[in-house]
């Protein structure tokens, strides 16, 4: 089976940075889309970048600026820098792949086990 293993996440202060970063395992032939989601307490979840497997991204409007979202298929990892952050980021946040599966033609939608991120000062 494959796994999205993400790094990377913490507590920092407002106005600081973090790097998060989420590598695939398992049995790959390749990846499709992937994506960073984050869920708040009392909030629904909601997605902060996608990144197409011809490395194009997009941000919803909120987070456009402050994040960047990047990938290397070779090594079969995405990863979101973080800038500016503020309290409202604080969050667990998700690793999104569409993994197809070696030897088949099976796509698998396949979500990390997620990681806290915390701004406070």
């Known amino acids: 089976q494959v796994q999205l293993m993400e790094s990377g996440g913490g507590s920092v202060q407002p106005g600081g940075s973090l790097r998060l970063a989420c590598t695939a395992k398992?049995?790959?032939?390749?990846?499709?889309?992937m994506a960073w989601y984050r869920r708040a307490p009392g909030k629904q979840r909601e997605i902060v970048a996608t990144i197409t497997n011809t490395e194009v991204p997009n941000y919803p409007a909120s987070m456009r600026g402050r994040f960047t979202i990047s990938r290397d298929s070779a090594k079969k990892t995405v990863s979101l820098d973080m800038n500016n952050l503020n309290p409202d980021d604080t969050a667990t946040y998700y690793c999104y792949a569409l993994i197809k599966l070696m030897g088949t033609a099976t796509v698998l939608p396949t979500w990390g086990q997620g990681i806290q991120v915390t701004v406070s000062s």
């Open positions: 398992g049995n790959i032939l390749s990846i499709g889309n």
